[in-house]
């Protein structure tokens, strides 16, 4: 990715509808998406980003501050490396904050000509104006991170000398700081639920194409693994070279960990691969991605029972129908149960168990989903899975799953795999 300052517009706009003055950042896929920074987050909770009407910040630590000041260069966002909690960053952030609204309301008040006691006024403001500053926290912070930036607030709050709490959640160090602000203020923390989520439920052109990129490889993937794939292969065999295989096409991760899965195994929709054997017969769910991409492929190992034709089928269908449904306007509950009908049609009612799909992005499950619980219409822009499955506990199971953006006009699939039966010829 490359930064995206039309990202923290958006976030700017969202944060007067709440309202809050400050938005303090610390999931890691909310931290990437806003920043739009590529290559410096691992999976370590080592950062936080803070943003005022006026002003971004990331503050990490030095393990990660050459590849944030080299993805910052060229943005508005500000990389703060000091060895401090996030806590005291943002305490301090706030209270430039405060200082910057203060002195702007004492120039937009200043005169040439202003007499003694007009700055007298203006120098008592400055010391004794209360602001009431909203500080929007995710509702996905530690309760112990929590805690931590209530301490942090009350003690600066009310001591001019601070000990940066001992231990900080992400740190590790401890620092005591002088607090000489020329304003001081009130605060309140907003919990802010899935508001930055929400921001990323319609994808912009960047996060298309990687996602078109990233499927053309789980694609070629899946083409390689038919041909590797054998009878008397285990699961654990298959995800490994399944896995390989999306590396060598150019992943530079997983989306989320590759499930295989055959025989009765594969009526969990979750299966974790392991040391069972794929024999004549069966059906293989194999669930897989690189970064960032879903899709699902059942294959048959020698031809398959009537029973297995019959319900692969059935998922072809459903399937085809569900995405020749898809468009922007279209109620996300309204495809979920389209599919429950035609199932149960089809006499497998009540044997999907899941939602038919989820969005993909950043995470491997976003929102908007499409389940009995979204009573939403889906956007323009809105990416998502369309997945219908079939698990017959103690025989069988099996899904059939592709992913891609939602249109004004329908639904544009970036999954290019067939959907024809993939039967691998049992050895004789």
């Known amino acids: 990715m490359s930064h995206q300052p039309l990202r923290i517009s958006a976030l700017r706009q969202a944060m007067q509808t709440i309202p809050v003055d400050i938005v303090y950042i610390r999931s890691l896929s909310n931290i990437a998406w806003i920043t739009g920074f590529d290559k410096v987050f691992d999976t370590e909770q080592a950062h936080a980003v803070l943003v005022s009407p006026e002003k971004i910040l990331i503050h990490s630590d030095s393990r990660y501050f050459e590849a944030l000041e080299r993805e910052a260069s060229s943005s508005e966002i500000e990389v703060d490396a000091r060895k401090s909690s996030h806590a005291r960053v943002l305490f301090d952030f706030v209270r430039d904050y405060c200082e910057h609204q203060t002195s702007d309301h004492l120039d937009s008040t200043a005169t040439d000509n202003a007499s003694d006691e007009e700055f007298a006024v203006r120098e008592s403001f400055s010391k004794n104006t209360h602001a009431l500053i909203r500080i929007g926290i995710e509702d996905s912070l530690t309760l112990a991170e929590f805690h931590l930036l209530e301490k942090v607030f009350d003690q600066a709050s009310h001591s001019s000398e601070l000990e940066d ?87 530079e991760g997983l989306a989320f960990d590759t499930i295989v899965a055959t025989g009765a195994h594969a009526s969990s929709p979750h299966a974790i691969p392991g040391d069972a054997v794929l024999r004549s017969g069966d059906a293989v769910v194999m669930d897989f991605g690189g970064y960032c991409s879903d899709m699902t492929r059942t294959v048959f190992i020698g031809e398959p029972s009537e029973d297995l034709k019959q319900a692969w089928h059935t998922l072809q269908h459903v399937n085809e129908a569900c995405e020749k449904a898809l468009k922007a306007g279209v109620g996300a509950s309204s495809v979920h149960q389209l599919a429950e009908d035609m199932l149960a049609e089809a006499g497998y009612k009540d044997k999907m168990g899941h939602s038919l799909g989820h969005s993909v992005g950043i995470d491997i499950h976003e929102s908007p989903a499409l389940s009995p619980s979204n009573k939403k219409p889906l956007c323009v822009g809105n990416v998502v899975t369309v997945e219908p499955g079939i698990y017959i506990p103690g025989q069988f ?32």
């Open 165 to 251: 709490s001992s231990q900080s959640v992400d740190g590790n160090f401890q620092e005591q700081t002088g607090d000489s602000s020329l304003c001081s203020f009130d605060f309140e923390f907003v919990e802010i639920s899935s508001f930055i989520e929400k921001l990323r439920e319609v994808k912009d052109t960047q996060e298309l194409a990687t996602m078109k990129k990233a499927q053309a490889i789980t694609d070629r993937a899946f083409s390689r693994i038919i041909d590797f794939m054998k009878e008397g292969m285990t699961e654990r065999q298959v995800q490994l070279q399944l896995d390989t295989f999306m590396f060598e096409e150019g992943a």
């Open 397 to 428: 199971g099996m899904r059939l799953e592709d992913f891609g953006v939602v249109t004004s006009e329908g639904f544009d699939v970036f999954t290019k795999s067939s959907h024809k039966m993939f039967i691998i010829e049992k050895l004789n």
